[in-house]
């Protein structure tokens, strides 16, 4: 569904990312690695918040890497940012209810909220809250719920788990494990022992290079990997 091919990118002429190739079709493909690694500079890459330097972004038989992001978005790519971003003075209706109208579709507002309740059931208990209201946890939820009333085919997630605590971040990557059972999702993360047991592939990001790519348990059995990211501790 997506293909990165030799990507490079970055800000005012730097080359953040260097050579990136990547692939994310069904589950969910995971990209970790330490801060200032690159992860958000590929975010922005795909979702046309920066246009890179060179290669190529292939979305579905497109070509994206030279769209606006208002375009990427409409040919189904939904992106649900670092830390979230939720309007604070709405309620959590109308967060919802703005991003299902932004892009014309066929399907029901009351249909999709059935759908997010499912998933969140936490948002039908505060749905006419406002989002400044509800905790980091239920706001990163309303963040990706509002994310998916665009009704995408594939969903980028940036270290959606980022100042959660721990129980939190748990029940978060059951949800994000769920909702790729439906659509492809591309996920950055730092949070390594949570989230690579429920990934496809994983990647690892460091300076802007992918130093290796493989399955969950090709990283879990990766001696040099693990005392590099899982901290000496194992993995369970």
């Known amino acids: 569904m997506l293909e990165i091919r030799n990507l490079y990118a970055g800000y005012f002429g730097s080359k953040v990312l260097q050579n990136i190739t990547l692939e994310c079709k069904e589950g969910i493909t995971l990209v970790v690695g330490p801060n200032g690694a690159g992860k958000t500079t590929l975010v922005k890459s795909i979702n046309g918040i920066l246009r890179p330097v060179e290669g190529k972004i292939n979305f579905n038989g497109t070509e994206i890497q030279n769209l606006s992001p208002f375009l990427i978005s409409r040919l189904g790519i939904s992106t649900v940012p670092e830390r979230g971003h939720v309007f604070s003075n709405m309620t959590v209706i109308d967060n919802l209810r703005v991003a299902f109208e932004a892009i014309k ?49 594939m969903l980028i997630m940036d270290e959606p788990t980022t100042g959660l605590f721990p129980k939190l971040v748990k029940e978060l990557v059951l949800k994000i494990e769920e909702i790729s059972k439906n659509m492809p999702i591309l996920l950055t993360e730092q949070n390594v022992l949570d989230v690579v047991p429920i990934a496809r592939q994983v990647s690892i990001i460091e300076s802007g290079k992918i130093v290796f790519s493989g399955k969950p348990e090709e990283v879990m059995k990766n001696p040099q990997i693990k005392n590099i990211y899982f901290g000496y501790r194992e993995v369970e």
Do not use: H, V, Y
Request: net charge neutral; aromatic share 8%.
């Open 105 to 153: 579709q066929n399907s029901d507002f009351n249909e999709f909220l059935e759908r997010i309740f499912s998933i969140f059931p936490d948002l039908k208990e505060k749905l006419n809250d406002k989002s400044n209201t509800l905790s980091g946890g239920q706001q990163q939820m309303l963040s990706i719920a509002r994310a998916m009333a665009t009704n995408p085919k």
